[in-house]
């Protein structure tokens, strides 16, 4: 009954070199949401979608992209990863109706990407 | 936009112990409130949550209150076990922020027997 599922759960990339995470859910939820999370931090919201609406953060580097082919799937473009990237990348669902009826953000178990 | 602060950093408890985590917003606006649970190496959970139309909610040995006068909501663990340990992170969640949490800073709870 897995809920958010994110693939691969580990990454491994070199300096430079363009990696693709994704995430799908079978919550049918209409938001997902892509998450930075260094050690010993905070998730860090990066962007997400609305429905096909994508909302990118004022502090999101343009290194990072995103697209959302339909409800299920999610992925996370990083197109030229530094060392400053190393990070754990969390994908999350929610349903929110009209932007302020909102519930639970179910949170994927995440990629954790490292850079050599 | 939100600024939540949350402490303290770190909590060290004796099991059967309580145990409170303090978070404060900024925004006013803010009408939602979970607490997500990290283990090491784990997603956050969701352990529980408040909205704004409610001073305080209870799940067995977890609770939860909100004070919107003071812009603050705390988290309470009752008789400690050691899998309490974990970080524990609180949110808020503005009106019309499509979901968009803000979260604290996070709290290592250690629970020792």
């Known amino acids: 009954d897995a809920m958010v599922i994110q693939n691969p759960r580990y990454q491994v990339t070199q300096f430079g070199k363009p990696v693709t995470l994704s995430c799908s859910q079978t919550?049918?939820?209409?938001?997902m949401y892509w998450y930075q999370q260094k050690s010993s931090q905070a998730p860090k919201l990066l962007f997400h979608y609305y429905d096909k609406d994508f909302n990118n953060e004022a502090d999101t580097p343009d290194n990072f992209q995103s697209r959302r082919p339909n409800t299920s799937f999610c992925f996370l473009d990083i197109r030229s990863p530094g060392l400053g990237d190393a990070a754990m990348y969390l994908c999350?669902?929610?349903?929110?109706?009209?932007?302020?009826?909102?519930?639970?953000?179910?949170f994927g178990p995440g990629t954790r990407l490292t850079v050599l | 936009g939100e600024n939540v602060e949350q402490h303290p950093s770190t909590l060290s408890v004796q099991e059967g112990d309580s145990a409170v985590i303090k978070c404060t917003y900024s925004?006013?606006?803010?009408?939602?409130f979970p607490w997500y649970k990290q283990e090491l190496g784990k997603r956050p959970q969701l352990i529980i949550d408040i909205r704004s139309n409610v001073g305080e909610k209870k799940d067995q040995r977890i609770a939860v209150t909100l004070n919107k006068t003071a812009k603050h909501f705390s988290l309470h663990i009752t008789e400690t076990q050691p899998e309490d340990s974990a970080v524990y992170f609180c949110?808020?969640?503005?009106?019309?922020?499509?979901?968009?949490?803000?979260f604290g800073a996070g709290t290592q709870v250690v629970v020792t027997p």
């Open positions: 999350a669902t929610s349903r929110v109706a009209g932007g302020s009826s909102y519930n639970e953000q179910f």
């Open positions: 919550l049918n939820h209409n938001v």
């Open positions: 925004d006013s606006a803010s009408n939602y």
């Open positions: 949110a808020a969640c503005p009106t019309d922020s499509w979901g968009k949490l803000q």
